[in-house]
């Protein structure tokens, strides 16, 4: 399931595309706008300059506005970034990859199929990208 954090995310940088044209965007108009707590806004926005999806500026005509094309970050890697692994188990986990207890010395009768899961899932979010939030919701 995707988290409240991941939604919140994936809502401030449709509403950053939607503004994009309008120059950098004010924090609270896109916790506003939104509905999403401010506290928790700064922090998601923080993590997305950090991983240099977003750019911000200071002063007048200051706010946060798109380092990387929108069309070039995938929806996969904000997941990754703001949720962490996408894989419903942690040893089939391709970036977060733990071994489950269960998996010692072999793989429970879950293994393969969360793996199938896994790559569906990714082949789908690995595609689909941030400017694509918009498009369909157009």
Do not use: W
Request: charged letters at 20%; a positive charge.
């Amino acid at each position: 399931m995707l988290s409240k954090k991941s939604q919140y995310a994936f809502r401030a940088l449709a509403y950053l595309i939607r503004e994009e044209r309008n120059g950098p965007v004010l924090i609270s108009k896109i916790s506003l706008s939104q509905n999403i707590p401010l506290k928790f806004l700064e922090n998601i926005l923080l993590e997305l300059k950090k991983a240099d999806i977003l750019c911000s500026k200071k002063g007048k005509g200051g706010g946060y506005f798109f380092k990387q094309r929108p069309e070039e970050v995938s929806l996969a890697q904000i997941i990754r970034l703001v949720n962490g692994p996408i894989a419903l188990l942690p040893c089939v986990s391709l970036n977060f990859h733990q071994t489950c207890i269960n998996c010692t010395p072999t793989h429970c009768g879950l293994h393969e199929t969360m793996i199938e899961v896994r790559d569906a899932t990714l082949s789908i979010l690995e595609k689909k990208t941030l400017a694509d939030l918009v498009a369909t919701s157009a």
